[in-house]
């Protein structure tokens, strides 16, 4: 009996990935992000290339990059790698507040038989195309997560001079 509970919750807990999986999928296609109001049509651009590779390391072609600022979706060629992007360079209250030439974007990864893959911070340079990230994608039977997250950190240099800042404004207090 037990059997037969652990795998009927194991069936339901699939579903409800892919279902979750679809919505997400489909309300960035249909342009959520792009009718943002903090992502005005004039903001200025910069460029950014993804390479996506399994755990082996192995390039993933067919992989489905989404950038969620812009709604664009873009594919991976054999070499695991979507074309030279071109990504929305929004300004936030944390990048002027010391200007580091850096700006963020979020990266959602979607291929057939992986885990969702969502990349929040994604790091893109003011007037430069960045080669990267590289990320890795889990296949489904890799792991019982419904998907993986993670977060880029501002530059080491960057986070310093951040650091004196908030503290010479607590100075100030």
Same mark, same amino acid.
């Given at each position: 009996m037990?059997?037969?509970v652990k795998?009927?919750?194991?069936?339901?807990l699939i579903i409800a990935v892919?279902?979750?999986s679809c919505l997400i999928t489909?309300?960035?296609k249909n342009g959520f992000a792009a009718s943002d109001p903090q992502t005005p049509s004039d903001a200025p651009v910069t460029a950014l290339q993804v390479t996506v590779k399994d755990l082996l390391g192995r390039a993933v072609e067919g992989a489905t &990059? $989404?950038?969620a600022e812009s709604g664009e979706s873009f594919t991976t060629d054999s070499a695991g790698k979507t074309p030279v992007m071109t990504v929305p360079f929004l300004e936030t209250p944390l990048?002027?507040?010391?200007?580091?030439?850096f700006s963020f974007v979020t990266v959602v990864v979607?291929?057939?038989g992986y885990v969702d893959y969502i990349l929040y911070n994604c790091l893109v340079y003011r007037a430069r195309t960045r080669s990267g990230p590289s990320i890795t994608l889990f296949t &489904? $039977?890799?792991t019982s997560s419904p998907f993986v997250s993670t977060v880029e950190v501002p530059p080491e240099d960057w986070t310093k001079e951040f650091l004196r800042y908030i503290k010479d404004r607590e100075t100030e207090q």
């Amino acid at each position: 009996m037990k059997k037969h509970v652990k795998r009927g919750v194991f069936v339901l807990l699939i579903i409800a990935v892919a279902a979750a999986s679809c919505l997400i999928t489909s309300a960035i296609k249909n342009g959520f992000a792009a009718s943002d109001p903090q992502t005005p049509s004039d903001a200025p651009v910069t460029a950014l290339q993804v390479t996506v590779k399994d755990l082996l390391g192995r390039a993933v072609e067919g992989a489905t &990059v $989404t950038i969620a600022e812009s709604g664009e979706s873009f594919t991976t060629d054999s070499a695991g790698k979507t074309p030279v992007m071109t990504v929305p360079f929004l300004e936030t209250p944390l990048t002027k507040t010391v200007d580091g030439g850096f700006s963020f974007v979020t990266v959602v990864v979607t291929r057939q038989g992986y885990v969702d893959y969502i990349l929040y911070n994604c790091l893109v340079y003011r007037a430069r195309t960045r080669s990267g990230p590289s990320i890795t994608l889990f296949t &489904v $039977t890799q792991t019982s997560s419904p998907f993986v997250s993670t977060v880029e950190v501002p530059p080491e240099d960057w986070t310093k001079e951040f650091l004196r800042y908030i503290k010479d404004r607590e100075t100030e207090q």
